[in-house]
């Protein structure tokens, strides 16, 4: 256990579905990210929040739309997605920004049709 | 640009062996260096870490060495064992960036050996 939870662990919809990917951290951190992991890609920074506040948006599509009402939790609203979002999407915490070192999900698998 | 990438895509290692998996970056302003393993069906999972002020750093069964004039990181696992077997992934981060300025490398594949 990270202590980042992240539901539901598989996700499959269609590209015209509207759907969310939640993340609970139990760490007391500040800061939270999505990332996205593709086969053969390194991860990529979708979204960082800090203190509630989006302090990075790394050219994400419009399609993903995050939300953090608190430090603790954060979702990705996902809608008319396409099949080259399928990925797998990861939440991670860390105290700051500063610090280096990120905990991590277990991820969610994601499959658009 | 930043890049951080990987030697082999790829790495074999018989039970017991040691296991070196490297790692080439191009940021010479990178002031700190993660690993991370990622085992099959779970999130990232934090290794080590590592300062540009250091050489050298051990951890448990772990070290991981850092040579700053040829930009080039690797991780030594001692007495490989099964459960070792995951993607090992290295991070950068830039100097004056936070969490938010780590870059990935895309991964080694570590397979242990009966």
């Known amino acids: 256990e990270t202590g980042v939870t992240q539901t539901p662990r598989h996700l499959v919809m269609g590209m015209t579905n509207k759907k969310s990917l939640k993340c609970e951290q139990h760490?007391?951190?500040?800061?939270m990210y999505w990332y996205k992991q593709s086969a053969k890609k390194p991860l990529e920074l979708m979204f960082v929040?800090?203190?509630?506040?989006?302090?990075e948006n790394n050219s994400v599509p419009s399609r993903f739309s995050p939300e953090c009402p608190n430090s603790s939790h954060l979702f990705l609203h996902l809608h008319t997605l396409q099949p080259e979002d399928s990925a797998l999407y990861l939440c991670?915490?860390?105290?700051?920004?500063?610090?280096?070192?990120?905990?991590f999900g277990e991820g969610s698998r994601l499959t658009v049709l | 640009g930043e890049s951080v990438g990987l030697h082999l895509p790829t790495l074999s290692v018989q039970e017991g062996d040691n296991s070196i998996i490297n790692c080439a970056y191009s940021?010479?302003?990178?002031?700190?260096f993660i690993w991370y393993k990622q085992e099959s069906g779970k999130g990232p999972q934090f290794i080590i870490d590592i300062r540009s002020n250091m050489d050298k750093r051990q951890g448990q069964r772990v070290t991981v060495l850092l040579n700053k004039t040829v930009k080039h990181l690797s991780l030594q696992i001692a007495a490989t064992q099964p459960g070792d077997s995951a993607v090992y992934f290295c991070a950068e981060r830039g100097s004056g960036g936070g969490a938010d300025g780590l870059t990935f490398g895309k991964g080694t594949h570590l397979i242990i050996q009966p």
């Open positions: 940021n010479s302003a990178s002031d700190y």
């Open positions: 929040y800090n203190f509630k506040e989006q302090t």
């Open positions: 760490l007391g951190h500040n800061a």
């Open positions: 991670a915490s860390s105290q700051g920004l500063v610090t280096g070192e990120l905990f």
